[in-house]
């Protein structure tokens, strides 16, 4: 198996998008959904390891609950800036 590098914040972050989606009622289009992930990724700290590919998820466990709330933070922070600011009409 391949080692790669991956940001954990990244893996959470794509995890909870949709929850977060859904429950502020935003815009599902990928657009949207991709601009609330780099805008929410752009204001909080990486967390990357090295892990095989697959075993990423089993590594999010060692993310810690403040992490973890700062996190979440940030991404419904996002999700609301980028339905009040939609760029969905840009290419
Ligand atoms: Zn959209």
Request: glycine share 2%; charged share 25%; hydrophobic share 40%.
């Amino acid at each position: 198996m391949e080692i790669v590098l991956k940001n954990l914040a990244e893996s959470l972050i794509l995890l909870k998008l949709d929850e977060c989606v859904e429950k502020l009622g935003c815009c599902k289009c990928e657009k949207c959904r991709m601009d609330i992930a780099s805008y929410a990724l752009n204001r909080i700290p990486p967390k990357y390891v090295a892990t095989y590919e697959g075993e990423v998820y089993s590594k999010l466990d060692t993310l810690s609950l403040q992490y973890e709330t700062d996190l979440l933070n940030a991404l419904y922070h996002a999700a609301r800036v980028v339905a009040q600011n939609p760029r969905h009409e840009e290419l």
